[in-house]
């Protein structure tokens, strides 16, 4: 697989929000910069123990830390992808992470779907279960069933996306003669990237529907190790390892000047190109004003293009 570099924006704020044009103005520099990819991330609710997002036992991440506080401002991401890709040409548009389980399954598919047709198969999911239970809750769902209600969905997207006459039934859900158009624009539907810890369902999940992995937690930090080991799992039961692609990521210095030290941190790509990472997700501060942030991404581009 070719190496990808791709940004996230931030399609969430600390504070209440008035105007979110420098998203959009940061989107299209990234679409003119020749930025490959570029993702947002989900929260449909917030509870008030926000500790929990430090909690490996619940999804979190060690020693992590929410970005907001509960009423902070987070814009629903397929709604924000279709307002970027209007306005763009080029870059793909993806999700990190998409808490697909609390969307009804067939609604899903028909949003997803109409996106990747108006994008002309730009879009990606990148999925996953979540941390926080509030959520869950809130949207009438058994948070400790979750691995299983993502995976239902995904079946779910899957058979509507793929069968002219689809049929469904896992006991929870049955369906037959069903017919939703239009199809997703990409031939077997919008492409799936599973995000987790190497584990026994998220290996599962993987093998049956995953396009890349979004490594989280300390397997996001071991990338050497825990690429070895998914690589193997998945390989186990019977998918191509080498099919999947990975995502990575790596930090952006600033220099004596203030400015991004993209030579500096170049450094940090042919390590990663040879654990395997395919999408390499560049943490870097976008400029509000678009011809600024055209200056910036396009000086990531090029260092980036050169790396590799």
Same mark, same amino acid.
């Given at each position: 697989?070719?190496?990808?570099?791709?940004?996230?924006?931030?399609?969430?704020?600390?504070?209440?929000? !008035?105007?979110?044009?420098?998203?959009?103005?940061? !989107?299209?520099?990234?679409?003119?910069?020749?930025?490959?990819?570029?993702?947002?991330?989900?929260?449909?609710?917030?509870?008030?123990?926000?500790?929990?997002?430090?909690?490996?036992?619940?999804?979190?991440?060690?020693?992590?830390?929410?970005?907001?506080?509960?009423?902070?401002?987070?814009?629903?991401?397929?709604?924000?992808?279709?307002?970027?890709?209007?306005?763009?040409?080029?870059?793909?548009?993806?999700?990190?992470?998409?808490?697909?389980?609390?969307?009804?399954?067939?609604?899903?598919?028909?949003?997803?779907?109409?996106?990747?047709?108006?994008?002309?198969?730009?879009?990606?999911?990148?999925?996953?279960?979540?941390?926080?239970?509030?959520?869950?809750?809130?949207?009438?769902?058994?948070?400790?069933?979750?691995?299983?209600?993502?995976?239902?969905?995904?079946?779910?997207?899957?058979?509507?996306?793929?069968?002219?006459?689809?049929?469904?039934?896992?006991?929870?859900?049955?369906?037959?003669?069903?017919?939703?158009?239009?199809?997703?624009?990409?031939?077997?539907?919008?492409?799936?990237?599973?995000?987790?810890?190497?584990?026994?369902?998220?290996?599962?999940?993987?093998?049956?529907?995953?396009?890349?992995?979004?490594?989280?937690?300390?397997?996001?930090?071991?990338?050497?190790?825990?690429?070895?080991?998914?690589?193997?799992?998945?390989?186990?039961?019977?998918?191509?390892?080498?099919?999947?692609?990975?995502?990575?990521?790596?930090?952006?210095?600033?220099?004596?000047?203030?400015?991004?030290?993209?030579?500096?941190?170049?450094?940090?790509?042919?390590?990663?190109?040879?654990?395997?990472?395919?999408?390499?997700?560049?943490?870097?501060?976008?400029?509000?004003?678009?011809?600024?942030?055209?200056?910036?991404?396009?000086?990531?581009?090029?260092?980036?293009?050169?790396?590799?």
């Amino acid at each position: 697989m070719t190496p990808q570099l791709s940004i996230q924006l931030r399609a969430f704020s600390p504070d209440s929000v !008035a105007e979110w044009d420098f998203l959009f103005e940061q !989107a299209r520099a990234a679409d003119e910069a020749g930025v490959d990819r570029v993702v947002v991330s989900d929260h449909v609710v917030f509870g008030e123990r926000l500790d929990e997002y430090g909690r490996p036992a619940v999804g979190g991440t060690p020693g992590g830390k929410q970005p907001t506080g509960p009423d902070g401002s987070w814009l629903e991401p397929l709604t924000t992808l279709s307002f970027i890709a209007a306005q763009t040409s080029r870059v793909r548009l993806g999700t990190n992470i998409l808490l697909a389980a609390l969307r009804r399954p067939a609604v899903l598919a028909k949003t997803a779907a109409t996106l990747d047709v108006l994008s002309h198969g730009r879009l990606d999911l990148g999925v996953g279960v979540g941390w926080q239970r509030e959520e869950y809750e809130a949207a009438g769902l058994d948070f400790d069933r979750r691995g299983g209600l993502l995976e239902h969905s995904l079946r779910v997207c899957r058979a509507l996306w793929t069968d002219e006459s689809a049929r469904f039934d896992d006991g929870a859900l049955r369906f037959e003669n069903i017919h939703q158009m239009p199809k997703p624009h990409q031939v077997g539907g919008v492409p799936i990237w599973v995000s987790g810890t190497v584990n026994g369902p998220v290996i599962r999940r993987l093998a049956e529907f995953g396009t890349g992995w979004i490594p989280w937690g300390l397997d996001a930090a071991n990338l050497v190790d825990s690429i070895g080991r998914m690589r193997h799992g998945v390989a186990a039961l019977g998918r191509d390892a080498g099919s999947i692609g990975v995502v990575g990521s790596f930090g952006v210095p600033r220099g004596g000047d203030g400015r991004p030290d993209f030579a500096q941190a170049m450094h940090q790509i042919p390590p990663l190109v040879e654990a395997g990472v395919t999408d390499f997700r560049a943490m870097v501060a976008i400029p509000a004003e678009h011809a600024h942030a055209l200056e910036v991404l396009g000086e990531l581009v090029s260092a980036f293009r050169a790396a590799i």
